[in-house]
């Protein structure tokens, strides 16, 4: 089975300063993992991937994510985060040998205050 | 516009009447989904579809059924819904292949009373 965890609920950071949203999965296999934001009342939009290669996955909006193999951990970061920027994120999971079943975390909520 | 589109967007119904929640897509994906998104749970998959004719159930298919007859379209079929149904839906495609990710549409928020 496979799953994704996010730890914190929600994270509040004043803007300028660096955030981090961290996930952590749990695959049989090896992992595709995937970062989405949803803005209130809308869709989820997809930030970044990894798929395989380079640890520091780069994505939209100047966030950018670090896959740790050994600490199954996949977490978001964003060098100085905008009020913009706050929103609900949700990590995923997809095993690669498995089918294409997709496992979200249940989300945490960022708020960026002037 | 390439996009993915739900309708309705908001649903209010009772126990027990047949509603269904139209999913289409303009992108030529294969590969379609349905989530649904509840409070602390995330989403959670309920039924996704690789190309046509061809679904599979997810985390939660009980109480929903789908069909893919067109490559485009994607509807979830409630035949009986209940209480525990109330949530917001999201339709989501991909191209073919697990490394892609998915679009969503703007999702559905359906009450059962």
């Known amino acids: 089975a496979q799953s994704v965890a996010q730890p914190e609920d929600q994270v509040n950071v004043a803007e300028g300063n660096p955030l981090t949203v961290k996930c952590t999965y749990s695959?049989?296999?090896?992992?595709?993992l995937f970062w989405y934001v949803q803005y209130p009342n809308r869709g989820l939009q997809f930030l970044l991937k990894?798929?395989?290669?380079?640890?520091l996955v780069k994505g939209s909006y100047g966030f950018e994510a670090e896959f740790n193999k050994s600490q199954t951990s996949f977490h978001l970061k964003k060098p100085s985060a905008l009020v913009s920027d706050s929103a609900l994120y949700f990590c995923?999971?997809?095993?690669?040998?498995?089918?294409?079943?997709?496992?979200f975390g249940a989300g945490t909520t960022v708020t960026v205050r002037a | 516009e390439a996009q993915v589109t739900q309708n309705p967007r908001y649903l209010i119904t009772v126990t027990g009447k047949k509603l269904t929640v139209t999913c289409s897509q303009n992108?030529?994906?294969?590969?379609m989904s349905w989530y649904r998104q509840d409070p602390g749970l995330g989403l959670r998959q309920i039924y996704y579809?690789?190309?046509?004719?061809?679904?599979d159930k997810g985390d939660v298919p009980e109480g929903y059924k789908v069909s893919r007859k067109e490559k485009r379209n994607f509807p979830l079929i409630l035949e009986s819904p209940s209480p525990n149904q109330t949530s917001l839906y999201f339709c989501?495609?991909?191209?073919?292949?697990?490394?892609?990710?998915?679009?969503f549409g703007p999702g559905t928020r359906l009450t059962v009373t």
């Open positions: 992108m030529n994906h294969e590969y």
């Open positions: 990894y798929i395989t290669g380079d640890n």
């Open positions: 695959v049989s296999g090896n992992p595709y």
């Open positions: 989501a495609s991909s191209l073919p292949g697990t490394a892609y990710e998915q679009y």
């Open positions: 995923a999971v997809r095993d690669r040998s498995n089918d294409y079943k997709l496992s």
């Open positions: 579809s690789m190309n046509v004719e061809v679904t």
